[in-house]
């Protein structure tokens, strides 16, 4: 009997000395957040206040680089955990409920429908005026945004979504590297991996792409265009049946995210493309988007062209900082470097273009 009570006296010391050792440990680390302290430090020591927190999809690597660096951000401030959408609408209703009922102070979602934003923002208003910051899937709905003083998103610029940044590096691939016109026909033949048709991104993705490279005079032979749904094997499929058909008639594959650029190159690299990098017999270049870390080095090593940087780093640090702006009733856009769109209730931050030249830029962004 004595020896039980002892053992329990035993781990519950061992488990506060634990506890304390991790977060005087964590300390330091949110001193150096960045663009995220002010309000950090002096709250410490206090219980945080819970910030509700979701991706629509943990499958989706760009959303959970987002997920971790609105984890990062909170240290200090928040509160909170990402939780995993699954895809599923009613399962990311539940998972809003339960943030609400736990007392949330502010909620953050990319969310699985974008139809769903005013049943969420609903959620919100009656759990008592709580902050709504959506985030990654843009919400159209204007008049929605506009009804509710405590709703804004934080998202990369839209419009192109990055696409014309993508489309002037293959421009400027083509003129620095003629023996990219293999059949030397003066025209470009194409491969375009688009992302999930239902997202507002896949459509103008696509488009700006190819009008940035038609206005700079060079003429587009698409040889394919389809959606691989943002996703690697779904790209890995696709690709594997267009690189059996065309082979090295392909000049170039233009993938509208990362996780699939990494789908088609699988594909090539498996059909004998690209092994060596730029110096493989067959070659094709392959440029993406998010420019996430898991690329990085195919762009080193000359497998892949490039990317454009969505920078997730500084997404997450805005959401956190303008949720935290709106919990304690400040200007949501104080301390933040950026302007709002006004009818999109939006901070948008750019895009940036990646290759081997500027890998640093994409590193730095994903450093903890
Ligand atoms: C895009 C991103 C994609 C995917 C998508 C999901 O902004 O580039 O990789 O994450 O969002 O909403
Ligand atoms: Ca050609």
Same mark, same amino acid.
């Given at each position: 009997?004595?020896?039980?009570? %002892?053992?329990? %006296? #035993?781990?519950?010391?061992?488990?506060?000395? %634990?506890?304390?050792?991790?977060?005087?440990?964590?300390?330091?680390?949110?001193?150096?957040?960045?663009?995220?302290?002010?309000?950090?430090?002096?709250?410490?020591?206090?219980?945080?206040?819970?910030?509700?927190?979701?991706?629509?999809?943990?499958?989706?690597?760009?959303?959970?680089?987002?997920?971790?660096?609105?984890?990062?951000?909170?240290?200090?401030?928040?509160?909170?955990?990402?939780?995993?959408?699954?895809?599923?609408?009613?399962?990311?209703?539940?998972?809003?409920?339960?943030?609400?009922?736990?007392?949330?102070?502010?909620?953050?979602?990319?969310?699985?429908?974008?139809?769903? @934003? *005013?049943? #969420?923002?609903?959620?919100?208003?009656?759990?008592?005026?709580?902050?709504?910051?959506?985030?990654?899937?843009?919400?159209?709905?204007?008049?929605? %945004?506009? $009804?509710?003083?405590?709703?804004?998103?934080?998202?990369?610029?839209?419009?192109?979504?990055?696409? $014309?940044?993508?489309?002037?590096?293959?421009?400027?691939?083509?003129?620095?590297? *003629?023996?990219?016109?293999?059949?030397?026909?003066?025209?470009?033949?194409?491969?375009? #991996?688009?992302?999930? *048709?239902?997202?507002?991104?896949?459509?103008?993705? @696509?488009?700006?792409?190819?009008?940035?490279?038609?206005?700079?005079?060079?003429?587009?032979?698409?040889?394919?265009?389809?959606?691989?749904?943002?996703?690697?094997?779904?790209?890995?499929?696709?690709?594997?049946?267009?690189?059996?058909?065309?082979?090295?008639?392909?000049?170039?594959?233009?993938?509208?995210?990362?996780?699939?650029?990494?789908?088609?190159?699988?594909?090539?690299?498996?059909?004998?493309?690209?092994?060596?990098?730029?110096?493989?017999?067959?070659?094709?270049?392959?440029?993406?988007?998010?420019?996430?870390?898991?690329?990085?080095?195919?762009?080193?090593?000359?497998?892949?062209?490039?990317?454009?940087?969505?920078?997730?780093?500084?997404?997450?640090?805005?959401?956190?900082?303008?949720?935290?702006?709106?919990?304690?009733?400040?200007?949501?856009?104080?301390?933040?470097?950026?302007? #709002?769109?006004?009818?999109?209730?939006?901070?948008?931050?750019?895009?940036? *273009?990646?290759?081997?030249?500027?890998?640093?830029?994409?590193?730095?962004?994903?450093?903890?």
């Amino acid at each position: 009997m004595n020896k039980k009570l %002892l053992s329990v %006296l #035993l781990i519950l010391v061992m488990t506060t000395v %634990l506890f304390v050792g991790c977060s005087k440990e964590d300390t330091p680390k949110n001193n150096t957040d960045g663009k995220t302290n002010g309000t950090t430090n002096d709250k410490a020591d206090d219980k945080l206040p819970i910030l509700g927190a979701g991706i629509y999809s943990s499958s989706d690597n760009f959303n959970s680089y987002i997920g971790k660096a609105i984890v990062n951000a909170s240290k200090g401030v928040f509160e909170t955990n990402i939780e995993d959408g699954q895809n599923d609408q009613g399962t990311q209703n539940n998972q809003t409920d339960t943030m609400l009922a736990k007392g949330a102070k502010a909620i953050a979602l990319s969310v699985v429908d974008t139809t769903a @934003a *005013p049943v #969420l923002v609903q959620k919100a208003i009656d759990a008592g005026n709580i902050p709504v910051i959506f985030f990654n899937k843009e919400i159209m709905d204007q008049e929605l %945004l506009a $009804s509710y003083d405590k709703v804004y998103q934080v998202t990369s610029t839209g419009g192109d979504y990055g696409a $014309s940044i993508q489309g002037q590096m293959i421009i400027d691939y083509w003129n620095a590297n *003629p023996e990219v016109d293999k059949n030397g026909d003066g025209k470009l033949q194409l491969i375009v #991996l688009m992302g999930d *048709p239902g997202h507002t991104a896949a459509q103008p993705r @696509a488009q700006y792409v190819k009008t940035t490279i038609e206005e700079a005079g060079i003429e587009i032979d698409l040889l394919e265009e389809d959606t691989g749904m943002w996703d690697t094997a779904k790209a890995k499929d696709k690709m594997d049946a267009w690189v059996s058909k065309y082979g090295d008639s392909i000049e170039f594959i233009v993938a509208a995210n990362d996780a699939m650029a990494l789908g088609a190159l699988q594909s090539i690299e498996a059909a004998g493309f690209n092994n060596e990098g730029k110096e493989s017999d067959m070659y094709i270049p392959i440029i993406g988007i998010d420019a996430l870390p898991e690329v990085l080095d195919r762009i080193e090593s000359g497998e892949m062209m490039g990317s454009v940087l969505q920078d997730a780093r500084t997404q997450g640090e805005v959401i956190v900082k303008m949720a935290d702006n709106l919990v304690n009733d400040r200007d949501p856009l104080e301390g933040i470097d950026f302007e #709002l769109e006004p009818g999109a209730k939006a901070i948008r931050v750019p895009y940036q *273009p990646i290759t081997i030249d500027n890998l640093d830029v994409a590193k730095e962004t994903y450093a903890e």
